[in-house]
Each structure stands twice: as C-alpha cells, then as structure tokens.
C-alpha cells in the first residue's frame, strides 16, 4: 500500500496530547508509523498552516435501515432541488435531510468523518440495514440493534436472568453483525403496541409487568458481563417533554455503582444519547426551559457516563426514531404527515417532517440547549458532538455546531437573529456562557472521545503509531485567529486532505477514492445456553412472521468486508 | 424593458426541461449567453441554443427582462421555472411545470398547459388563456406547502387536485374543473366560473370555493350553514355556504373554530 507524510501540520490529538504542536504524520500500510519506518517513496504533504487530527467518528446517527429508508420514500420534497450528479469518482446523490447512501459516505468523508455508527437498527430488518451500510462508500460504520422493547430482554430481566439475557445479547449481535446494545424508551415502545407509553422509569410495561428502570439496569448489567467494546446506549423515556429532566436524570442515576469491565479501554457503562432531548423543564410549552446546568452538573462528577448532544440545528429536517409513541405525539403537534412502522417482538419506529425555526421560541431554546450541554461540559472526553442526525438536523451541520461552540460571537449573531431573543435568554443560560471551545476540545469531542466510548480506542480516534491512519488535514492556521466564525464552518465543511485507513480518500473537499470500508461488528463468545437457544426457536416458530433461517445477516451480499472485534465472555 | 424572444426550431424528440427558461436566469445576458445556458432532455445537458433560435438581449435585472417563446413548445417543461419579476409570453400550449415555484413577475400562456402548473407557486401572476392540467397550483409531491400567494386566472377548463395543499392566493378557473379541489388546503380561495364534479374541499381545513355553476356530489364533510349574498369575480349572486370538512383537525383563530368555507350558487 501506498506511503503518506503528511509535514508541518498544526496536531491535535487528545490521545498523546498533543495540542496543536508542529508534527509529522507517517502512514504505511494503513497504519499511523514513526517517521522512521518509511521508505524514501512515501508522498509527501505539505500542511503548513494547516491543521490536522484524526478522522472523526460519528457515535449516533440514523442512516441505514427501513426507518431512513421510509424517510426517503414518503418525504420526495426532501430531495427537491438538491440532486448532485455524477462527477468525478461520485455517483449520484440527492436529499438533504435523508440523503441517499452514496451521498451519506461522501458528505461524511468530505467533514472528515471517517467511522459512523447507525443508532438503532431494528434487528428483524439487519439484512435491509446491512445492504444500506453496503451501500454507504468510504466510512467505517456498525449499528446498534435495539433491545430496549425486546420480549427477550423484558422477559429473561424481569426475572433478573442476566446470564441469559447475555447469552441473547451475544447470539443477536451474532445474527444481525450488531455492535453494541442499544435502547429506545425502554419498555415505552412496547407499550405502544398496546396504545399506551411509559413516560417514568417506573411506569409498568403492559404485560411483561417490568419497568423501564429494570430494563435499562439488567441491560447495563449484561453488557458489562459481555465486557463489550460500547457501554448500554439509552435514549431515555419521556423524549421531548417540558420537565423531562428528572426522568432522564433518574434513568443516568441507574449507572451508580457499576463498573465497566472491559478490554477495550472504556470507562463509562451508560452512554446517554441526544440529551438535548431529554434537558427540558417547564410544565408546558409556554414555561419551557432549559435544564442544561442541572443534567451537565450530574453528568460532570459521575465518571462512568458519556454523552452527545443532538445539537438542534434550525433546519428543515426529518425526525425518526425508534420510540414509535413520540412520533405519534409529534404528529399531534405540528399536523404533519406520520409513519409508523411495527417490528413485531422488537420495536417499533416512526417518522414525521419537522421545521425548527428560528421564528419560535421552544426551537431556539432547544437550539440553545443543545450548546449549553457542550459547554458546560468539564471532560470533553465525555460528551460528544451529534446532532442525533436527522431528528435535531443533518450531519451536514456538524460544521456550524463547531462554529457556534467555538465563537461565541457566532452564538451572539444567531440568539439576535431569534424572534423571541429574550425568551431564548430569559429561559436557558446560553447567554451568560462566554466559554470558546478549543482545537484540542473539538478533536475531543469528535474524535478520541467516541472512539473511547465505543471501545475503539486502540484502533481509531488518534494518531498514535498503530493506529487505523484516519486522517484529516484542515484549511486552519490555529497560530492565526479566525476573521470571522463563518471561517470555522467552512473549514470544517470540506477538508483539504482526508485520509482512510491509508488511503486518501479527499483532496480539496471533493472525493477522490471509494475507500476500503468495513463493517465493524462485535462477536461475543458465550457458555452454551440451551435454554436460550430453545427459546429463541420457540419464538420464531410461534411468533415471528420470518424463519430463523431468514433473519440473520450472513455473507458477502450483508457485509462484504466485516471487520469483528472478538470478546470472550465464557466462563 | 428588453424584450428576449425564443423561437424553437429543432422540437427534441423527448422532453426537454428548459428550468433557465426565466428573466431571473436572462437577467443581463445577451442572446449568444442566453443560447449558450443548459437545457437537460433525457439524460444528456445540451443547450438552449440547440433547441431554441435566440433573439435579443435580456435587461440588466430580472424586472427589466420580457421573453416571448413561439412556435411548438408542447414537448418543453419547466418555462417560468422559479420567476421572481419580468415577463414571459408563451404564445402556444406548453408541458409541465409551468410558472413552478414562480415568486413574482407575469407570466402568460396563450394555449394550454399541462400539470403541475405554478406548483409551490409563492407570488406573481399566472393567466393560463387555454385550459390547465392536473395539479395547478398544488404542492410538489410529498410536500404540504401548495401555492402560498399570486394568482392564477385560467381561461379554459381545469384538470384535477387544483389547489391541492394550497395555503394562500387566488385561483379563477373561467370553464369547469375536475375532482378534487383544494384537497387539505389551509387557506387561499379557488373560484370556478363553470360546473365541478365531485371532492371538493375533501380535507380541507381552511380557505374559501365559490362555485357558480354546480356540483355533481358533495363531500360529505360538508356542513350547509346559511345562505349569503356575496359579490365574486364581478358576479353579485346568493350562495349557499357549506363548512367542513367536519372530518377534519380545525385549528381555532380568536377563539372560534376556523373551518373550510364552500360557496356555491343557488
């Protein structure tokens, strides 16, 4: 394979703390190399007054799976005027807020972004989910398969059996090539199968008779039997209500006590996802406030929890998630077109457009939540940038969300921009906040931070040699101030140099390679479980409207270039 | 104002979607610029200049610029695409998209148009002298932000789903107009002259019909309420006035429950 040096480059890298000191990047064989290991045919790349860090890694986003894909279908108007054809090593793309999978690689890449994690992948519909990440060019990616609403799960933790609830986890992943435990209103999605939710974490889950709180801890508790590379994912209850700050603090408080047990490096065992989300207090839409302060001020002394943030961008977008009754509710409110779609014994999704405007006030303030959490966060190790793409805006905005963290003159231009400015200020904190964050925050917060949080530490996330050579090389000269935060965004947009696995991918923000992408996937080993195997057989025949046969994910039409990251759980 | 006039000489075998076809893409270009703009049929981008002969220069804005398009353009989509002042004249009949997503200016055309005319439209005037097709003034599809303000005038007959999604502005259809009329609209007013069929104002929740001729059925969401006098489109007549559609969501404005208003004449 080809030989990169990438010289004179401004490094930011929070794994060897370095924090924008002159250093060379050697690349060999896919791998970051000591300078010493090249031989004299390795390219030379000069990025003088430019900055560089590692390829960034996406730790929450929907972009693969039947739920995008319905996105894509019933919203056309998402793809009007927005075609890019062919050109170059591009195929053609189109949509903004759901774009297909070609132009999701390419929008990634051109960031810098070189992992990205699909958030919740319905495991009846892995093959679906698979064949989009397929389809996705350039970037590393793996997918989280839901567990929250599983009746599995509720029924192996309601009797506290976490050995078999393990023992499940690990044949699922197995199945559908999943990488992590993910969960979606626990116990919340279910109960819309029977109409109803579950907005406390102490509502019962018609039925199975268990509560939220014991799902999400036996989960927590499975998951550090595993020892998997990831933490238990929540997307807590009671998403996107005035005053829902307790339920998500009180889904966090859950993680007390436990401590990760794992060979990857990671240290938390929960991660809370889109907290922006879950941050609201006020009883109603006309009190609705921030409750930022009080979910960082947890959040920052209990080590063993990471977050992102679902940064609202004031964006037409298009929302999806997994808590089905949320979509339900959404529709409600803003009368626009809903989908629903039932996933027998495992969730059950929905999606409807939304428009954040800036014209009014509860839009603003959550734009203005989302920016609280980041900056009120003490270790930008633990709280990561996302924008929980689609639901609080595109991917694509990732660069203005550094933008508006990084300048506070940029937050200052926006919140005058706001119609009801002083409602924005009057309900959230975001006006008192002069902090700026760093080059070196930033590289944390995307890029070493996630990929310690997914357990991909050794592999990706820095530039230390050994590493994955994920690297990106920025149009910044951190020795020289930014005229104007509009610099920021543009910078961030389009990289100059972006580098996968060894191979240059961009150049000049246009894209000059497909890339090696894989599909990262955990396989946990476990003691054999009849009686776990027993179930799941009785399950298919007696419930599911597919053969077992027909579920699982296997081969090279699913995952043409796997990439399994081994964990051994037997006993 | 310069007048820029397109005479099409070389009719594509295809369709040709000609969305430079506007005073806002002329606006201060002369005829060799305006030739050279692109004009996509099937899968390949030629030029204007390939389909249209091109005489006289474009004014230095938008405002200051008239085009005329002669001959047969009933195979050319998208003229008027986005308009947002001047002029255009289309002296025969024309394919889809006419006048789409316009904001402003005037645009005329002498024969017919086919669907999806002034689709999203969001300001100007559109006047139609021949008949219009399906979808006038609607949203695109999937979309639920139909024609937002302007006015249409169609001489001729209408097709189907006029005014479906519309939110605001005017549409006169002087002939008759086929089903579904201002389906889920919320807001604007449609007024046909001649006879409708069936579906009117199917899920409407806001907005006004007047039909002076007569329905061939009515929705059954539709509610009779009194019986007014009211002077439309120069025509002083009594209407019976129907809300609905009752199946509807209806959202309240000063307290009171805001519905869709159908007139129609007795």
Known sequence: ?????????????????????????????????????????????????????AGAVEIHAHIAGPKVNLGRIYRPEDKLFTCTPTHGHERTGSGNSIPTTFKTGYEYAKMGYTTAMEAAMPPLFSRHTHEEIRD?????????????????????????EIENTAAYIAWLLRATKGYAIKVVNPGGTEAWHWGLNCLSVHDPVPYFDITPAQIVKGLIEANEYLGLPHSMHVHPNNLGNPGNYTTTLDTIKLAEGIKPKNKFGREQVLHLTHTQFHSYGGDNWGNFESKAKEVMDYVNRQKNITIDTGNVTLDETTTM???????????????????????????????????????????????AIGLELALYAKDPMRCFITTDHPNAGPFTRYPRVIKWLMSKKARETQIDAFKHKDKVLSQT??????????????????????????????????????????????????????????????????????????????????????????????????????????????????????????????GHAFVPNPYAIEVDATL | METVTLTMKNIPALYLEADNVSPDAFAGKTAAQIADLHAYVGNTTGRLGDYFEVSG?????????????????????????????????????????????????????????????????????????????????????????????????????????????????????????DVHVMTHAEGGRIIVKGNARSKVGGQMVDGNIFILGTIDLMMPGFKYVDTVEQEVAGTKAKFAHFIGDIGERHKTRKGQVVYGNLYTRV
């Open chain 1, 321 to 367: 998630t997994a808590d089905g009754p949320f979509e339900h509710h959404l529709t409600g409110l803003n009368h626009l077109k809903w989908a629903n779609v039932d996933v027998e014994l495992e969730t059950a999704a929905g999606v409807v457009p939304y428009i954040y405007s800036p014209n009014i006030s509860v839009c603003a303030i959550q734009w």
């Open chain 1, 136 to 160: 996705t060019p350039i970037i590393d990616e793996g997918a989280f398969p839901v567990f929250g609403n599983n009746w599995f799960v509720m029924e192996y933790l309601k009797n506290g």
């Open chain 2, 57 to 177: 220069n474009a004014g230095a804005t938008a405002a200051d610029t008239k085009i005329v398009v002669k001959g047969d353009v009933t195979k050319v989509k998208y003229l008027g695409m986005k308009m947002s002042a001047g002029e255009i004249v289309v002296e025969g009949s024309t394919d889809l998209y006419a006048g789409a997503w316009m904001t402003g200016g005037k645009m005329t055309v002498k024969g017919n148009v086919q669907a999806f005319a002034a689709t999203g439209m969001r300001g100007g005037e559109l006047v139609i002298e021949g008949n219009a097709g399906n979808y006038l003034g609607a949203a695109y599809r999937g979309d639920w932000r139909g024609m937002s303000k302007g006015t249409i005038h169609v001489m001729g007959n209408a097709g189907s789903d006029v005014g479906m999604y519309m939110t605001g502005g005017e549409i006169v259809v002087d002939g008759n107009i």
């Open chain 1, 429 to 554: 904190g975001i006006g008192a906040i002069d902090r700026e964050l760093t080059l070196y925050e930033i590289a944390a917060m995307t890029r070493a931070g996630p990929a310690k949080s997914l357990g991909l530490a050794s592999m990706c996330g820095g530039l230390a040699p050994g590493m994955d050579a994920d690297v990106v090389v920025y149009n910044i000269n951190p020795e020289k101030p930014f005229e104007n935060p509009d610099q920021i965004e543009a910078a961030f947009s389009r990289a100059a140099y972006v580098f996968k696995s060894g191979t240059e991918v961009v150049k000049d923000g246009e894209i000059v390679s497909s890339g090696n992408k894989r599909t990262l996937w955990v396989n946990a080993k476990v003691n054999e479980n009849p009686q776990v195997m027993r179930d799941i057989t009785e399950k298919f025949l007696k419930y599911y409207s597919i053969t077992q046969a027909n579920y699982e994910s296997l």
């Open chain 1, 1 to 53: 394979m080809s030989e990169f040096i990438i010289k004179n480059g401004h490094v930011f890298d929070p794994v060897q703390g370095i924090r924008g000191d002159k250093a060379d990047v050697a690349i060999k064989d896919g791998k970051i190399v000591r300078d010493s290991e090249l031989s004299k045919s390795a390219k030379v790349i000069d990025a003088k007054g430019k900055t560089i860090m």
